[in-house]
């Protein structure tokens, strides 16, 4: 109650997200960055909950901020693919698929999405985002 600890909230953010509560998570990782703009993860997990609300611009904006404060952070790399290969943008989403690779090469989400990618059947054709 009343705290100013950026966790508190990206915390109670990641419990909202994992309940479906989109919009709570994303009022409070908005809040985990505004008391800590430096951190990536916030941005990062609130990328993933503006996906979930099909708003790709956000998302974008998001997860390429979590690369800016975090170079090194995979899973941010491997979403920024997601939302530009939803986008039909192969070319970012394999050169963002690859980073994370680069960083993390067990990623899934990045082999996954190369494999589509590479198969010709990208998430534009599926249902993803679920």
Known sequence: M????PRAYHNRG????????YRFSIDDFSTA???????????????????AV????????????AV???ENFAQAWANQGLVYEQRGNLNKARASYNRALG????????????????????????????
Do not use: H, M, V, W
């Open 2 to 5: 009343n705290t100013t600890d």
């Open 14 to 21: 990641l419990i909202y997200q994992s309940q479906g509560r």
């Open 33 to 51: 960055i505004g008391l800590n703009n430096k951190a990536p993860e916030p941005y990062n997990a609130r990328g993933i909950s503006y996906l």
């Open 54 to 65: 099909n708003d790709s611009a956000n998302a974008l904006d998001d997860f390429t901020t």
């Open 68 to 70: 800016a404060r975090d």
């Open 103 to 130: 960083k993390q090469s067990g990623n899934a989400t990045a082999r996954e999405g190369l494999r589509r990618i590479n198969s010709g059947r990208t998430i534009q054709q599926q249902s993803a985002f679920q």
